[in-house]
């Protein structure tokens, strides 16, 4: 059974920079497509990225050229570089292998 542990969320100044990471364990997340999520109060959780399991990689119109996400297939582990962060990139950020979801964590930017 997969499982997924999102970690790097923190309290940020706008223009700063967080790398969030998901560890995942389980026999199959290692060949999944993956994806980050994410959630702001009072919205509907939106799709930010996804990587594929040959590694094509593709974005939101609001994260490109921002966010970065990457997998280290050894060790079982996504990540989402985001760079240059807005007060909107606000949200709970969640990590997705399939139909299975981590528990968020939080990124707080502040103006």
């Known amino acids: 059974q997969v499982q997924l542990m999102e970690s790097g969320g923190d309290l940020v100044q706008t223009g700063g920079s967080l790398r969030l990471s998901c560890a995942a364990s389980?026999?199959?997340?290692?060949?999944?497509?993956m994806a980050w999520y994410r959630q702001a109060p009072g919205k509907q959780r939106e799709w930010v990225a996804d990587?594929?399991?040959?590694?094509?990689?593709y974005y939101a119109d609001s994260v490109k050229r921002r966010f970065t996400i990457s997998r280290d297939y050894a060790r079982n582990i996504l990540y989402l570089q985001m760079n240059d962060l807005k007060p909107e990139d606000t949200a709970v950020y969640y990590c997705?292998?399939?139909?299975?979801w981590g528990q968020g964590t939080q990124v707080t930017v502040s103006s």
């Open positions: 990587i594929t399991k040959e590694e094509h990689t």
């Open positions: 389980g026999t199959t997340a290692r060949y999944d497509g």
């Open positions: 997705k292998s399939g139909t299975i």
